[in-house]
């Protein structure tokens, strides 16, 4: 079993920054695919970001290209989410989530259901 535990939430100005960390337990996820997806109010869970097991691929929504970084340090068994330039429209509750390593070391799922862990959920607020 692995667990999931996302901070690095919290209320930022429009144009500010947050950096989220997923840390893991239980399990190194080291070779475990990690995404970040968010959900707002009324809306389904979308991806956001993902990084394959190997960390040679990366994945980023249109809506985020450009502004977010997602990054993993095997060592802390730790996924993170750098965002800059935040929006309004980027408010939501952000979820970590690890998917058991494939053989494919470039895939990035990008599909709920290809996970295998979430996190709680972190919520990330953008004030206009």
């Known amino acids: 079993q692995v667990q999931l535990v996302e901070s690095g939430g919290g209320l930022v100005q429009a144009g500010g920054s947050l950096r989220l960390s997923c840390a893991a337990s239980?399990?190194?996820?080291?070779?475990?695919?990690m995404g970040w997806f968010r959900q707002a109010p009324g809306k389904a869970r979308e991806v956001v970001s993902a990084?394959?097991?190997?960390?040679?691929?990366?994945y980023y929504a249109d809506s985020v290209k450009g502004r977010f970084t997602i990054s993993r340090d095997n060592a802390k068994n730790t996924v993170y989410l750098q965002m800059n330039s935040l929006k309004p429209d980027d408010t939501a509750v952000y979820y970590c989530?690890?998917?058991?390593?494939?053989?494919?070391?470039?895939?990035?799922?990008?599909?709920?259901?290809?996970?295998?862990?979430w996190g709680q959920g972190t919520q990330v607020t953008v004030s206009s």
């Open positions: 239980g399990q190194t996820v080291s070779s475990y695919a």
């Open positions: 989530a690890a998917r058991i390593r494939g053989s494919n070391s470039y895939y990035t799922p990008l599909a709920t259901y290809e996970y295998n862990y």
């Open positions: 990084i394959s097991w190997s960390g040679a691929s990366t």
